[in-house]
């Protein structure tokens, strides 16, 4: 059974910054493409940043210039570094797990991430 384990968020200040890990097992995580969502309440899930297995990164508009997403394949985990936090990148974020052409793929339970004054 694939899992997937997203870890890092919590409350931190406008400007501030986090890094968002997911940690994934049961998977060849080297062929797989990742990304993480966000679902702020009220809204749709939407995509934020992705990276393919070959190292392809691709970003919201809304948060181009101040995320990035990364990965590691060593460790089976995939990482998102958010800089200059705003308050409407409150949301629970997801990550995802996809290989080229699959309609669905997996997803991770969420972490909350909270940026408030």
């Known amino acids: 059974q694939v899992q997937l384990v997203e870890s890092g968020g919590g409350l931190v200040q406008p400007g501030g910054s986090l890094r968002l890990s997911c940690a994934a097992s049961?998977?060849?995580?080297?062929?797989?493409?990742m990304a993480w969502y966000r679902q702020a309440p009220g809204s749709q899930r939407d995509l934020v940043a992705s990276?393919?297995?070959?190292?392809?990164?691709t970003y919201a508009d809304s948060v181009t210039g101040r995320f990035a997403i990364s990965r590691d394949n060593a460790k089976n985990t995939v990482y998102l570094q958010m800089n200059g936090l705003k308050l409407n990148d409150t949301a629970v974020y997801y990550c995802?797990?996809?290989?080229?052409?699959?309609?669905?793929?997996?997803w991770g339970q969420g972490t909350q991430v909270t940026v408030s004054g």
């Open positions: 995802n797990a996809k290989r080229y052409l699959e309609a669905y793929g997996y």
């Open positions: 049961r998977i060849i995580f080297s062929i797989y493409n």
């Open positions: 990276i393919t297995s070959g190292g392809v990164t």
